[in-house]
Each structure stands twice: as structure tokens, then as C-alpha cells.
């Protein structure tokens, strides 16, 4: 479980830094998005999970139809009902609040994140090197 954690660290680290030096600007209706097999509900599935739209938008189903053709039989996918963000900038934070919480074993799918609490969770994990599921709050209540 310790060299999974490390492995997903490292992926996370990459990504996080290519998104901080990527000078093209993302389209819209792809930030925010999470995809994963790893959690999927059957076999040979996609899971989406995306702080922005409940259903998958024409360019997610673009984004996904590559990743798809890599595949026999191609997996189909589902978007999964998670928290939407209420501003047009915390895609990011919401993405890897999902990943950390798959890697912790969490559902996204349950967890209420406690929206002023994320960026400085996610800075303490980067100073510490840890995969830590981002702070909650109980369910109906939204900060």
C-alpha cells in the first residue's frame, strides 16, 4: 500500500507540476475532470468524476474517445455524483481532493469537502511528501 501511495504521489507531483507550467490555456469544459478505472463500478469502465458538469460534455466525450480506442472492447464511462465547485477556479483543488480520496480509499461520490480548508491541505501534503484525503464536512453542510 506504501508504494502504491508513493507511485500516486509522484503522478500527482508531475502532474501538478506540468499544470503549473502549462502556458495553454485549458478549455473549459475539461477542468475539474477526474478519470478513473481504478474505482469504477463494473469492469472495464471509466469513472469521471468532474466538479463542473453532472453529465459528459461534448468535449469530455472527445477527451475520452482516444483513451477508449486504446482498448478491446472499448470501456464505456459514467460520471459519477460528486460536489460541484461554485466558483470558476478551484477545478484543480476539487480534482486531486478526488484522487487523494480514491487513493485513501475514500468515495469521492461521499465526501462533502470543506472548500476553505483544500488549498492549504494540498500545500501541507506537497511540503510533507503525503497523500492525505483533503478535510470534510458533514453532509448538507457546505463551506
Excluded at 15 to 25: F, W
Excluded at 74 to 83: D, F, H, K, L, W
Excluded at 105 to 133: E, K, N
Amino acid at each position: 500500500m506504501k508504494q502504491l501511495m508513493m507511485t500516486i504521489m509522484k503522478q500527482l507531483m508531475m502532474m501538478l507540476d506540468h499544470l503549473l507550467h502549462a502556458r495553454t490555456r485549458l478549455d473549459e469544459d475539461i477542468r475539474g475532470l477526474l478519470l478513473s478505472s481504478y474505482v469504477a463500478q463494473r469492469s472495464g469502465q471509466l469513472a469521471a468524476y468532474d466538479s463542473l458538469h453532472s453529465s459528459l460534455s461534448t468535449c469530455t466525450t472527445a477527451l475520452l474517445k482516444p483513451l477508449q480506442e486504446q482498448h478491446v472492447p472499448p470501456p464505456g464511462a459514467t460520471v459519477r455524483p460528486v460536489q460541484r465547485q461554485n466558483d470558476g477556479h478551484s477545478c484543480g483543488l476539487f480534482t486531486l481532493a478526488f484522487a487523494f480520496s480514491i487513493a485513501g480509499g475514500q468515495d469521492p461520490c461521499t465526501v462533502r469537502y470543506d472548500r476553505a480548508s483544500m488549498a492549504p491541505h494540498l500545500v501541507r501534503c506537497l511540503q510533507l511528501g503525503v497523500v492525505q484525503p483533503f478535510p470534510s464536512v458533514p453532509a448538507g453542510r457546505d463551506r
